[in-house]
């Protein structure tokens, strides 16, 4: 039980989790949901119908990457808030709520945590400072090449762990919806990946975002509204027969043992905390509005909407607890408190299928899959600009590529990484991928974070200390989530792990941060003082939009 408990809290981080473990063995057997196919046929024919509309406006790299920067905060803040609002939202912590009480809405404040950062301290100078990408801002004043090339390649690894993570999880459910064979699903998800971003770009990529934001939001607030209503819509009523039913008692209602010790919780709230604000295709989204305003007002709008979700999902994790836990129809054998038929992370789905029927059960089961399918296609988006715009016209053409050639190097890397993802989805198909997408985190929070942030605010950063802190973080990222029990015993089945941890941002981050400053500290190089002259031209465009000699002219 304990077991199936850490791989319950640890899927609270990957989409993929959704449908992994007993889920797998257990979803085949169930029959076919016809509601549900008819409205993931209807969401794919009007995904690519946008598609196509968002192809005949693609015509530059800023269409391509940033939808010419023609979002508005509003929309863009929907868009933000549907990256973020996955098949883990929806699945992994409705199922925490139901599992755990209290303690699975203390992790969503974790999850939650970073947008203050991204507000107050991010989204004006990613906006007046960045073009395509993150390492547009990190490498302003500092030696392109090297720079870009080291944020190049911590946002692809991020971009790889996250996408087999939804790789996984939407073959899975392909799986559940269809009866199909697993890989067969996966070239399915695949193919309609590479159609969105090849040929949509972000103008697809978002709009397919914000529908499929508005669907969850809708979806779920149904599902909310006809639970509470068995309840008289009173909160005092739901919670006392919630504590009356469930095994833990009153305890549900306050902090436990989320996680199996003080360390680990923390290292985990710090990676999820400022991992948000390091996750490449969040960072590329404020690049998409038309300024530091709109920007501004992108979080805040998607910071509402998120917090809205999440208590939407606090009031389905505890309705599930009575509708769905009391109910033989959703446990295998009829037998209450036994093994819940599709897995543990299912209890949203029977939850749906309780209070709506097949129709709603099939309406929550298409939006499930269009979460993962908008991430996936955002993830393939960022990881494309980090091929084309930073390693290729940057760092090997030097700034010399054309526009067009650069835009055939981004749609090519596009169906390349669709033709990764699909490969690394079968190789990891029978294997607990959670440690993947807290590796994600780790690294976000470890590489790209820490040069990020310094790079806007301390003078003192130098081409040299970035480089070493970024490649720093990374390294140390990998190798602690390596040498963990997630790995190093469970995946590679050895018999004690090397590192005491599974999250690694307590150690790899500060760690990050201590190189960067002590490197860049040492450095008194001719290249380093040039880079230190040039910090304030980069704090004046950062707060203004316009460099140095521009402000004065405005």
Not at 63 to 78: M, P, V
Not at 506 to 516: D, E, G, K, N, Q
Request: hydrophobic share 55%; aromatic share 10%.
């Amino acid at each position: 039980m304990l077991a199936r408990l850490n791989v319950l809290l640890l899927g609270l981080l990957a989409p993929a989790l959704s449908f992994a473990g007993d889920a797998i063995s257990a979803t085949e057997k169930q029959p076919l949901n016809l509601h549900a196919i008819g409205m993931f046929v209807v969401f794919v024919g009007m995904t690519l119908g946008i598609t196509k509309w968002a192809a005949g406006r693609t015509k530059s790299a800023a269409d391509f990457y940033t939808a010419g920067g023609g979002i508005t905060g509003f929309q863009n803040g929907l868009a933000i808030a549907g990256d973020y609002m996955s098949a883990a939202t929806l699945l992994g912590l409705t199922a925490m709520v139901y599992a755990k009480g209290v303690d699975g809405y203390i992790y969503m404040i974790a999850f939650f945590a970073g947008w203050p950062i991204i507000l107050f301290l991010m989204a004006e100078r990613l906006r007046n400072l960045g073009k395509f990408t993150f390492a547009d801002i990190t490498s302003y004043r500092l030696n392109q090449s090297k720079v870009r090339t080291m944020a190049a390649v911590s946002s692809l690894t991020v971009v790889c762990f996250y996408l087999v993570a939804q790789m996984v999880g939407a073959g899975q459910l392909i799986k559940l919806l269809f009866g199909l064979d697993y890989t067969i699903a996966l070239f399915v998800v695949g193919a309609l990946m590479m159609v969105y971003v090849t040929f949509g770009g972000m103008v697809a990529t978002t709009w397919v975002q914000i529908i499929k934001a508005c669907m969850l939001l809708a979806g779920g607030t149904l599902v909310m509204i006809l639970a509470m209503s068995q309840f008289g819509f009173s909160f005092e009523t739901l919670m006392d027969k919630a504590i009356s039913v469930h095994s833990l008692g009153e305890k549900i209602l306050f902090p436990g043992s989320l996680l199996p010790d003080p360390v680990t919780a923390l290292s985990l709230g710090l990676g999820l905390m400022f991992g948000t604000a390091g996750l490449p295709h969040i960072l590329m989204r404020f690049f998409t509005v038309t300024n530091a305003k709109e920007a501004r007002k992108s979080v805040l709008y998607a910071s509402g909407f998120v917090a809205y979700f999440f208590n939407v999902i606090l009031l389905m994790g505890f309705a599930a607890i009575i509708i769905v836990g009391q109910n033989p129809e959703f446990f295998e054998g009829g037998n209450i408190g036994g093994k819940i038929i599709g897995g543990g992370n299912m209890v949203a789905m029977h939850l749906a299928k309780a209070v709506g029927g097949n129709l709603l059960l099939g309406f929550l089961s298409a939006v499930a899959f269009a979460t993962i399918l908008a991430v996936v296609s955002g993830l393939a988006l960022a990881g494309a600009a980090s091929i084309s715009h930073d390693i290729y016209a940057r760092v090997l053409r030097k700034g010399k590529a054309t526009e067009t050639e650069e835009l055939r190097v981004s749609k090519l890397s596009s169906i390349g990484l669709g033709i990764v993802a699909i490969i690394l989805g079968i190789a990891f198909e029978k294997m607990n991928v959670a440690f993947m997408v807290a590796l994600a985190f780790g690294i976000a929070a470890s590489a790209n974070f820490p040069v990020l942030i310094l790079s806007m605010y301390w003078k003192g950063l130098t081409t040299r200390g970035a480089v070493v802190g970024g490649y720093s973080g990374l390294v140390a990222a990998v190798l602690f989530v390596l040498l963990s029990k997630s790995v190093w015993v469970t995946v590679l089945g050895n018999a004690q792990a090397l590192f005491p941890y599974d999250q690694p941002a307590l150690f790899s981050m500060p760690l990050a941060f201590l190189v960067t400053i002590i490197i860049s500290k040492l450095d008194n190089s001719a290249e380093a003082q040039a880079e230190r002259a040039q910090f304030d031209d980069q704090y004046v465009r950062a707060q203004t939009g316009f460099g140095a000699a521009e402000a004065s002219a405005h």
